[in-house]
C-alpha cells in the first residue's frame, strides 16, 4: 500500500471539484422554472472580466463559457482547501464540516470576494437564504465525493504503515 502524497490530495479536489461545482451550477439554474433567466447564474462568475455583460438580455456563448470555467476553477480551490482541511479526519467527521465548510464558501464569495471585485450591486440580485443552501449543497457534494474516494482514511493509511515499520 503506497503512501498518500500531495498528487492524490490534488486528484481528489479535483474531482470533488467538478462534483461539487456541477451541483451549484445546477442549483443556480432551478430559478429558470420560475421564469427567472438562468444565463447570468451561469456567467456571474465572469462578472470581473465582463462586468454588466453577465445581465444583458438573450444568451450569450463567451460570458457563459467564461463563467463556467471561472466557476468551476474556484470551485477548485475551494475543494483543495477542504481536502487538505479534513485529510487527517474520519469520514463522519469530514461528511459533518461539509455543512460549515458550504456556508463559509457561500460567506466568503458573497460577503468578501464580490465586494472585493466591486461587484456590491450583484448582491441585491441573490436571495441570501437560496445562496446560502446553494452552497451547502456546493460543500456537501464536495464532502461526500471526498468520502467515497478516501480508500478507508488518509491519515490513518498512514499510520498503520508507520506502526507497521
Known sequence: MKDTTYGDFIRAAFISSLI???VLAFTMVIPAASGVRIWPGTQVAAYPFIGHQVYESGFAMGPMILG???????????????????RSLTRVQT???AVPFGLVVWLV????VLRLIGAQDLLSRFNPVMGALQHVG???AIGA?????????????????????
Open 109 to 112: 464569495m458573497h460577503q468578501v
Open 68 to 86: 463556467t470555467i471561472i466557476h468551476f476553477a474556484i470551485s477548485f480551490l475551494w475543494a483543495l482547501a477542504f481536502v487538505f482541511t479534513v
Open 20 to 22: 461539487g461545482g456541477a
Open 138 to 140: 456546493f460543500g456537501l
Open 95 to 97: 461528511m459533518f464540516l
Open 145 to 165: 465525493t471526498l468520502v467515497l474516494l478516501q480508500p478507508q482514511n488518509w491519515r490513518f493509511r498512514r499510520t498503520r504503515r508507520a506502526l507497521a515499520a
